[in-house]
């Protein structure tokens, strides 16, 4: 499973290469990679192409003028794209459930043929579920999906904010459990106002470093 994710900008970038693959192309040129993206200087490409480098997407090839060469044309590793929406509360309800499909990264395919339905992955903030194996940073698979069985751990959306907890239905109320031996984390115990938004499918520990891409200022309206 290849675990670093790409931002919106750089899936762009690399959905143009695999576009060159797919089609029996030669890599493209810096200008013409600066053509389709809509830049100003083959610099911003340039920086591009170092994170998705370093971030295990490609190698290039020194001294050649076509020198690109992708690592998982079509999934050659077994893998599909999932998009990253924003981040979920393990601690309390402070965070909005919203789409900001701000990030992409690369996920087993077995684990969503066999999962079924749609699938996104969620950054996790806090530390009331790391008895879970779920601590801030780290990126939780969620399947869509309203159904779910006491014991599941769920997405659950409360007044229109999202948090991640293991479920409990019992005399007509709904438990949210943290799973922390921390005593200041409680179980926020509900009626029937509030939806499973999934169930966990897994975790997927954060990355120990992230590459970030340096991209000029003066670039950023282009996008």
């Known amino acids: 499973m290849h675990i670093t994710p790409l931002t919106f900008k750089q899936k762009c ?15 493209p040129t810096l200008k013409q990679l600066r053509l389709r993206l809509a830049c ?8 591009y192409l170092d994170v998705l480098e370093r971030k295990g997407y490609l190698v290039r090839h020194p001294g050649m003028k076509r020198n690109i060469e992708l690592r998982n044309v079509d999934g050659a590793w077994g893998t599909v794209s999932i998009p990253v929406v924003a981040n979920v509360g393990c601690d309390d309800l402070s965070l909005f459930a919203q789409q900001n499909y701000d990030e992409f990264m690369e996920v087993d395919k077995q684990i969503v043929e066999d999962a079924g339905g749609d ?7 806090g530390d009331s579920m790391n008895d879970a194996g779920i601590n801030t940073g780290d990126y939780v698979l969620i399947r869509f999906t309203e159904q779910a069985e006491n014991g599941d751990r769920v997405a659950a959306i409360v007044n229109d904010m999202v948090t991640v907890k293991r479920l409990e239905r019992r005399d007509g109320m709904t438990i949210l459990w943290p799973e922390s031996k921390d005593p200041k984390f409680k179980p926020i115990i509900l009626r029937e106002n509030f939806k499973i938004a999934g169930k966990v499918l897994c975790v997927i520990p954060a990355p120990q470093m992230e590459v970030t891409e340096v991209v000029p200022l003066q670039e950023e309206s282009e996008w």
């Open 13 to 27: 970038v690399l959905d143009i290469l695999r576009d060159f693959e797919r089609q029996g192309l030669e890599s």
């Open 40 to 47: 100003k200087s083959l610099r911003t490409v340039t920086q």
């Open 119 to 125: 699938i996104v992955a969620v950054r996790a903030i």
